[in-house]
């Protein structure tokens, strides 16, 4: 892609501007626990096979840039700091000046060269092949930018031997080129490709052959049993970035045979207790959360094909199918009796816990603390049209809720990192830094009333057209009723402990329906919707079933945990 070119800024461009208010780094509120012992986790070091690597979050600050002199717009390069001794580093980070100064970078060292914790045969076999980490042959200037107050960035691609792989690039303020010493690239077979993930910096020119961008990067194939491992480099380009297109760095790839760095039981239990999110629901909520076990006592049926009117269903699930796949042949309902179904409905403070499935991340280096909790019953849906709030009769609606927000720790230290909140159809990480805390290290998730998708702050969420303020709303705020599930959890899945270690319930084994398919009429129920629009903006029905999630329409029946693509996959 870059070849000897280089792009450099010049007057054709718009004008580039030092930066001087760099972020401030970010702590958690709370210090860390004395984590219990066992193998590898938050011992600062994780072996990914040949290579050993450290976290780096300590940086130095390179070269920052604005180009519209306003700090939400500004940049920085840094550099790793006090990389520990017999490491190097892979590559440089980036990132806007908007925002606390939080992210990390591996730096590498050759269990080869190091020959630590391995046996005589197995270094034997491994000095055969070619080292893990070698200098670059060179470096190819990709961009430079020159400001008005004498400023100056120069961005470097490290040119790797071949058989070799460029983690990340090197950043200078002068032009003079680096030292070779500066970074290692790394052996293919020890990497995986990444992809381009959220935009940092982009400039435009009157040429659109000379556009630049810089992003973050993550692995391309994440996911519970992918080994992939981010660097915690950015990649840049001077020319149209194409999806599909493989990029020139890469990430890491853990070749170990065991996950050594991922908590044991016991610091699962402690990194939940220290962690856990308190779960407040809306001050209206009419359908709360319960145990699953609750809901199974109190009436809950299993229907199938042939057997409509429904089979009481054993509080542990023990004689629901188990297994398979979902061919929607079974499904799960509430009693015929009205009272039953009411009671239902309304859920059991009580009993509600969150269920806990814990899993590798990013190659074992992270581990995901995904907390799962049901609801008995999904309420109908409210649409905000404008300034109007129109609360629908059944659309929405229906039985079996499941819903998670998941903790992203990171191994290398077991502090928090990201969490994810998932909301309807799909979701998004918030950084630690902009979760609001409850008490020491506990964050909030607030459950939207009646949809109880996750939300970070308290508010109103509209998921549609902005522009237009047509679409699902989704209200969110503190009250007196909240789970806390640093307490209030029950692990029922950690796969890579073991057989035997935790028992799954039975069930997490059904894979077929929690709830009947539903359809609703809802171009009855979305023609009042476009009578009360002005006449100026009022939609067709097809183009108004555009702004909504689809499940908003009708749902074949809502599938359990491990039915969902994030079981085993990462978050959406």
């Not at 630049?212 to 992918?226: A, D, I, K």
């Not at 853990?254 to 779960?279: D, F, K, R």
């Not at 097809?542 to 702004?547: G, P, R, S, T, V």
Request: proline share 6%; hydrophobic share 35%; with cysteine.
């Amino acid at each position: 892609m870059f070849g000897c070119e280089c792009w450099c800024w010049n007057s054709e461009y718009e004008e580039l501007y030092d930066q001087s208010d760099e972020p401030k780094p970010y702590s958690l509120p709370s210090p860390l626990p004395k984590w219990p012992q066992g193998q590898s986790f938050a011992s600062g070091r994780i072996c990914l096979g040949e290579i050993e690597v450290v976290q780096v979050t300590e940086f130095e600050s390179v070269w920052s840039c604005n180009r519209l002199r306003g700090k939400s717009k500004a940049v920085t390069f840094y550099r790793p700091a006090r990389i520990p001794d017999d490491f190097f580093c892979l590559g440089h980070y980036c990132q806007p000046n908007d925002q606390p100064l939080r992210g990390f970078l591996l730096a590498a060292r050759d269990m080869v060269a190091t020959r630590k914790d391995m046996g005589d045969g197995l270094v034997q076999d491994l000095v055969q092949k070619l080292p893990a980490l070698i200098k670059p042959l060179a470096y190819s200037l990709v961009w430079n930018a020159d400001s008005t107050n004498g400023g100056c960035g120069y961005i470097w691609m490290p040119n790797p031997p071949v058989g070799y792989k460029a983690m990340g690039f090197v950043v200078t303020d002068d032009s003079e080129e680096p030292s070779l010493d500066v970074v290692r690239c790394v052996r293919e077979d020890l990497t995986e490709t990444c992809e381009a993930c959220d935009q940092i910096l982009a400039v435009d020119s009157r040429s659109s052959e000379n556009q630049f961008q810089v992003w973050s990067t993550r692995p391309c194939e994440r996911g519970m049993l992918c080994r992939s491992v981010p660097v915690g480099t950015f990649f840049c380009t001077n020319t149209y970035l194409d999806s599909d297109e493989e990029l020139e760095v890469a990430c890491l790839k853990n070749i170990s045979s065991s996950l050594h760095a991922m908590p044991n039981l016991q610091q699962v239990h402690t990194l939940i207790e220290h962690y856990g999110p308190t779960v407040f629901f809306h001050p209206d909520e009419a359908y709360l959360p319960s145990s699953v076990q609750w809901f199974f006592k109190n009436g809950a049926v299993l229907c199938g094909d042939s057997c409509e009117t429904g089979e009481p269903i054993d509080h542990r699930g023990s004689n629901l199918p188990s297994g398979g796949e979902n061919l929607h042949d079974y499904w799960i309902d509430l009693p015929n009796d009205h009272d039953a179904r009411h009671h239902i409905k309304a859920g059991d403070m009580e009993s509600a816990k969150l269920y806990v499935h814990v899993k590798p991340a990013l190659g074992g280096t992270f581990t995901d603390v995904a907390m799962w909790i049901f609801c008995p019953f999904n309420g109908p849906a409210t649409i905000k049209v404008g300034v109007l709030s129109i609360a629908m009769n059944k659309i929405g609606e229906h039985v079996g809720d499941w819903e998670h927000y998941t903790l992203r720790v990171s191994n290398f230290t077991g502090e928090l990192w990201q969490l994810y909140f998932s909301e309807h159809s799909g979701g998004r990480w918030v950084d630690a830094f902009d979760l609001e805390f409850i008490e020491g290290n506990k964050s909030v998730v607030y459950s939207s009333k009646h949809g109880h998708s996750s939300y970070p702050h308290s508010g109103t969420y509209i998921q549609g057209s902005s522009k237009l303020g047509i679409g699902l709303k989704n209200e969110v705020a503190r009250s007196k009723m909240f789970i806390d599930s640093s307490s209030k959890y029950e692990i029922v899945a950690a796969e890579y402990l073991g057989d035997g270690v935790i028992e799954e319930p039975c069930w997490l084994q059904y894979m077929r329906d929690w709830g009947p398919t539903v359809v609703y009429d809802s171009r009855s129920e979305l023609d009042k919707i476009i009578d009360r629009l002005p006449f100026f903006v009022r939609f067709s029905v097809e183009n108004l079933f555009e702004l909504f999630p689809t499940e908003l329409y009708g749902e074949e029946g809502p599938t359990g945990p491990k039915e969902k693509d994030n079981w085993l996959g990462d978050e959406r």
